[in-house]
Each structure stands twice: as C-alpha cells, then as structure tokens.
C-alpha cells in the first residue's frame, strides 16, 4: 500500500525558508510524477510544484523562482524547499503522487 508522509512544516518568520520532506513507501517512485499541493483554511487545494519522472520541474507563478522541488530515487523522498515566505494565512502542503495523498505538513508564517 502506497504512503506518503510529509514533514518539516512548523512556524516561520517572513522572508525565512523551510525544507518539506515526503517519504514515499509502498511502491518505486523514480517512474511516477510527484507533486506539491497546499490548501489554506477555507480554500481548495492549489498546485504548488511537480517533479516529472523524466527530471522535468513544474512551478506555481507564486512558487516560481522562491520554491524549490527535488527528489532523491534512492530513498523514495520528494523535497520542497521554502525560501523567502510571505506572511500569509497558514497552508497544510501535501505530497501528490497520482492517486495518493500524504496527510500534510503545516506551514504557518508569522506575521
């Protein structure tokens, strides 16, 4: 069964930085797209970044050039690194990999 575990959330001054992790289990990854999502009380899920299997990187126009995907095959992780974040209402990201869902980590940004 296919889990996926995210980690490395907690609160952040502005213009701080943050390093998400998912671990992946249940299955190989390396040939599998895998993403980041984050959803702010009371709103929808948003995409936030994608990691193609093929190397290929994917970007919000928000996360774009202050968000950082990666990840490592060898260890079925997916990264997300948070630089330069904004003071906003606090998001839960989750890790994607089509049809799973991880339960989230959350990333409050003090104001």
């Known amino acids: 069964q296919v889990q996926l575990v995210e980690s490395g959330g907690g609160l952040v001054q502005p213009g701080g930085s943050l390093r998400l992790s998912c671990a992946a289990s249940?299955?190989?990854?390396?040939?599998?797209?895998m993403g980041w999502y984050r959803q702010a009380p009371g709103k929808g899920r948003e995409f936030v970044a994608i990691?193609?299997?093929?190397?290929?990187?994917l970007y919000s126009d928000s996360a774009k050039g202050r968000f950082t995907i990666s990840r490592d095959n060898a260890t079925n992780t997916l990264y997300l690194q948070l630089n330069n974040l904004k003071p906003e209402a606090p998001a839960i990201y989750s890790c994607?990999?089509?049809?799973?869902w991880g339960q989230g980590t959350q990333v409050p940004v003090s104001s």
């Open positions: 994607h990999v089509l049809p799973y």
């Open positions: 249940g299955r190989t990854f390396s040939d599998v797209n």
């Open positions: 990691s193609g299997y093929l190397g290929t990187t």
